[in-house]
Nanobody, 118 residues
Framework: QVQFVESGGGLVQPGGSLRLSCAVSGPTFSTYTMGWYRQPPGKERERVATINNGGSTNYADSVKGRFTISRDNAKNTVYLQMTSLKPEDTAVYYC????????????WGQGTQVTVSS
C-alpha cells in the first residue's frame, strides 16, 4: 500500500532555508497530485503547496514567493524548498497525495518538525 515518509525538518533561524523531502512508496506515484500541509501548535492543519501529475503548482498566499514544491518521479519523491523562513512557519509539516480520480489519504503520518526561532 502507498506510504508517505517526511524528512528534512529541523531548527533554523529566521531568514534561513530548509528542504523537506517526502518519499512515497508504490509504482503509481507519477499519477498522484501531491501536497505539503502544516499544523502550527494549537491550530488546524493547512495546505501549503500542491503539485499535480502535470507539474502545475499552487501555493498558499502566506508562502508564495518563498516556498517551492517539486517532484522527482524517478525517485518517487516530492520536495519543499523553503527560503526566507519566518517564525510563523513553525509547524509540523506533512505530505499527502491523491491518485487520479481519487482523494487524499484520511490518515496522516508523523510529519517532520520545522522550528524557526532565533
Amino acid at each position: 500500500q502507498v506510504q508517505f515518509v517526511e524528512s528534512g525538518g529541523g531548527l533554523v533561524q529566521p531568514g534561513g532555508s530548509l528542504r523537506l523531502s517526502c518519499a512515497v512508496s508504490g509504482p503509481t506515484f507519477s499519477t498522484y497530485t501531491m501536497g505539503w500541509y502544516r499544523q502550527p501548535p494549537g491550530k488546524e492543519r493547512e495546505r501549503v503547496a500542491t503539485i499535480n501529475n502535470g507539474g502545475s503548482t499552487n501555493y498558499a498566499d502566506s508562502v508564495k514567493g518563498r516556498f517551492t514544491i517539486s517532484r522527482d518521479n524517478a525517485k518517487n519523491t516530492v520536495y519543499l524548498q523553503m527560503t526566507s523562513l519566518k517564525p510563523e512557519d513553525t509547524a509540523v509539516y506533512y505530505c499527502n497525495g491523491a491518485p487520479l480520480y481519487g482523494s487524499l489519504r484520511t490518515t496522516w503520518g508523523q510529519g517532520t518538525q520545522v522550528t524557526v526561532s532565533s
